[in-house]
């Protein structure tokens, strides 16, 4: 894959954002900690049952988004972060739909660099521009079916791999039995697992037939704390000794108004 | 430096041990979340205002420290972590003052990875053979000075400096302003700033006039999370963008009771 192709290309492709708001902290995974500005784009090709982030992912909600072009997204950037080059964290919604190219380039002409958040079901060519990448399938409890190949499609699209990383949000015992044996089978990547924070989606998200997807299996306890002490216990009896367990920073420290 | 004449030495030298705990997680800086077994050395160069672990720095603790050779540390590793090789967290205390080189040695032969946390005030030759190093430097709170050539030593004694980053506890704003300079002379390493858990410290610690030195300056708030939101728009306002903003997880999970 030639990144230089992709650099030259202007499209002025449109791209489909939910939010943009920052500078705060990345709260969880490989970045933990990191200073960020983010963009969560709109659209997703997944329907979790306990995605926080509904209003970047349900049509319903697709007259909130705004349709921009990089030069535009960048400005917003720009404003917010005061012009200082930190990161940017694009997220959804499943932000590999859009076409992130342009934006990219332009944000890392400018300094900034550039960190994206996805399940791996959608891989794109752009991929290669990026900093860092978190790749992030999705466990039983969210209702959705992993496909190794599309996940190994964003592996491949890839410059290398030094800055990819997986992570697993897991909702009960039968999500982290199924996240190990996915890490497995991608010993090269740093893996983090961290609790679900299901404290607003166990009463929002049932499946179409009433029942709670989420709490069918040994659902894991809410307050997070607890959940962090579950998921340390539990990876340590599995003897996933590769694992690094995180909790979601932002979560605790602003509750769940600013999900990220 | 030459590794290889590190590990030929076999000199059963004794290593001053105040206690041995894990596995647990990593709760702070670059390898925060990772499973790993605690060893704290006994002794200390450092008397910082707000130590949380006298009982491993102070003379009148010694009685209750343990002359033990590697193969012995390495025994009790090995049992606490059922022969997983975990990373083994080498801290203090001042974990520079022992002769690790023979431990390390013999734990890598048998999987484990070492990582070690240091004031940077005491260089060793076989820092060469770590998997980590985290150089924390004490601010002022601490009422220690800063020596900027202990730290240049340590690092030169590094075999690179990949694995190496920075790490800064802050109290207060002053404390704050410092590290800031104190990192802009290492802008090749990764950087990482945390809250100084002060909730007991603030009553145990005074100096010998009665006054409470981390209070004297501006002193942050004692609760981990204001202390992180506080930390966080400190950082955003200096703008230091490259410093990483972490809690002591740690701390946030188990209390006083287990501080690493």
Partial sequence: ???????????????????????????EGALIGTQTVFVRTG????RCSWCDTGYAVLPEFEDQWQAMNAELVMLEIETLSSNKPLWITLSGGNPAQQDLAELITLGQTKGYK??????????KPWFALLDQLTLSP?????????KKRGLDRCLDACESLENVSLKFVVADEEDLLWSKTVAE??????????????SAKLE?????D???????????????QKQMLWLIEAVQKLDW?????????HTWLWGDKIGV
Same sequence: chains 1, 2.
């Fill in 1 to 27: 894959m030639n990144a230089i192709s992709l650099t030259n290309e202007k499209t002025d492709a449109l791209i489909s954002i939910s939010e943009i708001f920052g500078p705060t902290i990345q709260g």
């Fill in 43 to 46: 659209g997703c090709d997944y």
């Fill in 114 to 123: 550039f960190s994206m958040e996805t399940q791996g079901s959608i891989a």
């Fill in 138 to 146: 999705k466990p039983p409890s969210t209702g959705m079916s992993f």
């Fill in 185 to 198: 089978q991608y010993p090269q990547l740093p893996c983090f697992v961290q609790p679900c924070n299901t």
């Fill in 204 to 208: 929002d998200h049932s499946s179409g």
């Fill in 210 to 224: 009433g029942k709670n997807i989420a709490s069918e299996a040994q659902a894991i306890p809410i307050d997070q």
């Fill in 241 to 249: 000794n590769e694992a690094r367990v995180l909790p979601q920073l």
